[in-house]
């Protein structure tokens, strides 16, 4: 069974720009979560889908958003770039939104903004 | 609010035993996970406990949990070098969102 696909990996981009990032849930799991890792915060909740719909947010800008589609794939957009958003973006998926389902995690995109 | 604090650094000799602890904060916490990131890659699922469960184990991996105290321990027995990595304890608590720590740094000596 194929895991979590992030595409793309790596991404370079200037402050200004924006950019879109893909993820490919496990065949079967319809709740996406993302997810931001930086050295300096760690690992941030950036905001979650169920079923087309944002189920729970983080604490982070409207510059930051995303949605799922019907076949659960989902994608996280990120406009007027900042230094800042440098990072590795990761994306979860799991069978529910439930508690007890745990996320399966991608091996995320490197973005970094020059 | 919600908060998971680790160690950061733990340097073990190859065959030793790796004892890796966390604390967290949110008594709603009903699952707790630990996760292993490699350079490069994302965040490997190992082991997840439910808050009514003190301990599980997982052929090399035992989780044991003081839910009085909130606190979470990872232990692997006979660590090898390929167990270095971060090691990263996460909560899912009344808000469903994962809260992780910092994540600790394991080094396995040979």
Not at chain 1, 9 to 27: A, D, E, F, H, W
Not at chain 1, 31 to 50: A, D, H, I
Not at chain 2, 2 to 18: A, T
Not at chain 2, 83 to 109: H, M, P, Q
């Amino acid at each position: 069974k194929a895991g979590v696909t992030q595409t793309p990996r790596y991404l370079i981009k200037t402050r200004g720009q924006q950019v879109t990032l893909s993820c490919s849930p496990i065949s079967g799991h319809r709740s996406v979560s993302w997810y931001q890792q930086t050295p300096g915060q760690g690992l941030q909740f950036l905001f979650e889908y169920f079923s087309e719909t944002q189920r729970n947010k983080g604490n982070f800008p409207g510059r930051f958003s995303g949605r799922q589609f019907s076949n659960s794939r989902s994608e996280m957009n990120v406009s007027t770039l900042e230094l800042g958003d440098s990072a590795l973006y990761l994306c979860a998926s799991s069978l529910s939104d439930g508690r007890n389902q745990p996320q399966h995690f991608g091996d995320g995109t490197r973005l970094s903004i020059l | 609010g919600e908060d998971v604090e680790q160690s950061l650094f733990l340097s073990v000799r190859e065959g030793d035993s790796s004892v890796i602890n966390c604390t967290y904060t949110d008594s709603s916490s009903t699952y707790l996970y630990w996760y292993k990131q490699e350079p490069g890659a994302g965040l490997q699922l190992l082991t997840y406990i439910f808050s009514n469960m003190d301990m599980k184990q997982d052929q090399r991996l035992t989780v044991l949990l003081n839910k009085k105290d909130k606190h979470l321990s990872l232990r692997i027995a006979d660590t090898q070098t390929g167990d270095s990595a971060i090691y990263f304890c996460a909560e899912r608590g009344s808000n469903y969102k994962l809260t992780f720590g910092k994540g600790t740094l394991l080094t396995v000596n040979p």
